[in-house]
């Protein structure tokens, strides 16, 4: 079984930055693709930023060249520097992980990013 636990969110600026991390028990090398979403008030979940196996990255429009996804499977952890932060990036941050062999989703429970102008 494969538990994620997110942590690093907090309140800050308008320009300022986070650390989002996201530990996950477990085999992470078993996550063959990993992402960040977030899910604004009143608003749906929405994916932010994925990581493919080790090397392949993909980022929404509006947090391209803001945000980095990374991993380090040494330390079984996710994450995801963000940079340059507005007011609409406020939301609830999830970490998530597939195992695509095993056709199975994780999700952690959340951590809440709170960008104030």
């Known amino acids: 079984q494969v538990e994620l636990v997110e942590s690093g969110g907090g309140s800050v600026q308008s320009g300022g930055s986070l650390r989002l991390s996201c530990a996950v028990s477990g085999n992470m090398r078993d996550l063959s693709t990993v992402g960040w979403f977030r899910q604004a008030p009143g608003r749906e979940r929405e994916w932010v930023a994925l990581?493919?196996?080790?090397?392949?990255?993909d980022y929404q429009d509006y947090v391209r060249g803001r945000f980095t996804i990374s991993r380090d499977n040494a330390k079984n952890a996710l994450y995801l520097q963000m940079n340059n932060l507005g007011p609409e990036d406020t939301a609830v941050y999830y970490c998530k992980g597939t195992d695509d062999l095993r056709g199975r989703d994780y999700w952690g429970k959340g951590t809440l990013v709170t960008v104030s102008s």
């Open positions: 990581m493919v196996s080790t090397s392949i990255t």
